[in-house]
């Protein structure tokens, strides 16, 4: 299924600066679009449900991150960016091989410290460190904005990145993210439920009711499954081992993982701290806390000026909390479906948009879903493959390929 257009992979096929600069999935995503709604609403759920200026938010997060900030701090080789990929979740060694976590635990899932100083110290691709920095810059951000603007936001993942409980255990920081963050998380979708029921004029006993026997449902389906994909499909989420264009690589879950190896099983201290190799990345929590006292200034000075006071750091900052895993196609579509939605349609078109914006979302929604379990069922079950030119990877082959001299990667 052709579900994303790549163009500048195409015409340049060899180059990897342009492969680089056109991958949607690893690059910048510059002329990616996305054709499908999975791609678009995997992560940050439906552009038509966005108001406007939220969109605006987003978009000013997303571009400054991945369009100013990732490859100035590429090309310029902070962190020795050019050793490893331009865009990637992975964990490396200095020599830009994956890092083997097997290698430095024990067998109580600890950390082994006599291995762990024969491997080295981990590294990590520089816009996988700037993500973490934006995190860091968007908690002190909310912090400051709540005083002067009296609104609460919300950070999303990044948050609970900071908090962990013993250095050296995974397995315990991963219970403590899933007991902690990942429920609250899942509060929070409800919430945004509820925004769309107000919207709908559905009545909330009714709402509240869905909610709690969806997610009862929700929960023993994806329990059984998980343990179904895990047992009869091989190398489930092993990039290594996969074919190219297979589906079940587990992005989310790779991220997931390398959360726990860096605040669980190394502990930030060797990552971010006095003994690692990021530590300058603690300086994006004073922009953070900066930031909002500035916009709040500006809106004193300028109080005319509507936009400053829809200007929203924390917004802004957390628009790039769920990357990686998600990529920059994601992320660009969503963009433009939201100002065609938003923005167009909202002012030129408000009687279409009162009708059917929120319809159109649901029923975008229902029939991914619908769509998804069909063709698993009818095609995949059935082993019945669409060989043909759409249906393969993006193309865009070189974009993981690092770009400082003398390194070569398999």
Not at 163 to 176: D, K, Q, R, S, T
Request: net charge neutral; aromatic share 16%.
């Amino acid at each position: 299924m052709l579900t994303s257009l790549y163009w500048i992979c195409w015409i340049f096929p060899t180059s990897i600066i342009k492969h680089q600069l056109g991958s949607g999935l690893r690059g910048l995503g510059i002329g990616a679009i996305g054709l499908d709604w999975f791609s678009i609403s995997a992560y940050l759920g439906s552009p038509l449900a966005s108001p406007w200026f939220a969109t605006a938010n987003v978009a000013v997060g997303f571009a400054i991150f991945m369009y100013f900030m990732t490859p100035i701090a590429y090309w310029l080789d902070i962190y020795k960016a050019r050793r490893f990929p331009i865009f990637s979740d992975g964990l490396f060694l200095f020599n830009s091989q994956n890092y083997k976590i097997s290698a430095i635990i024990d067998s109580n899932f600890h950390l082994d410290m006599e291995a762990y100083e024969r491997e080295g110290p981990l590294y990590i691709s520089t816009l996988f460190a700037m993500s973490y920095g934006i995190g860091f810059a968007c908690l002190a951000a909310t912090l400051d904005h709540v005083s002067p603007f009296h609104e609460r936001f919300e950070c999303d993942h990044r948050i609970h990145h900071w908090v962990y409980i013993y250095a050296g255990y995974p397995v315990a920081n991963i219970l403590f993210q899933v007991y902690g963050h990942v429920s609250m998380k899942r509060a929070i979708f409800f919430l945004q439920d509820f925004k769309l029921d107000h919207y709908m004029n559905i009545p909330p006993r009714a709402m509240f009711g869905a909610q709690v026997l969806g997610t009862i449902i929700a929960a023993l389906v994806q329990l059984g499954t998980a343990w179904w994909l895990i047992n009869t499909i091989p190398n489930i989420c092993d990039r290594e081992l996969l074919p190219e264009s297979s589906p079940w690589t587990c992005p989310g879950d790779h991220v997931f993982y390398d959360a726990s190896v860096i605040w669980g099983l190394i502990c930030p201290r060797r990552i971010f701290g006095d003994l690692g190799y990021y530590s300058a990345i603690n300086w994006f929590f004073l922009a953070g806390a900066i930031g909002p006292l500035l916009v709040f200034l500006a809106h004193k000075a300028f109080p005319d000026k509507k936009w400053i006071k829809l200007t929203t750091l924390p917004v802004i900052l957390g628009a790039v909390a769920d990357m990686p895993p998600a990529t920059a196609v994601n992320y660009s579509s969503w963009i433009l479906i939201g100002f065609a939605s938003g923005f167009i349609a909202y002012r030129y078109y408000r009687t279409w948009w009162t009708r059917h914006n929120y319809v159109l979302s649901a029923a975008l929604d229902a029939g991914l879903a619908f769509m998804g379990v069909l063709l698993y069922l009818c095609l995949e079950m059935e082993h019945v493959n669409l060989d043909w030119w759409g249906g393969s990877s993006e193309k865009c082959p070189l974009a993981s390929c690092p770009t400082a001299q003398g390194i070569g990667v398999k």
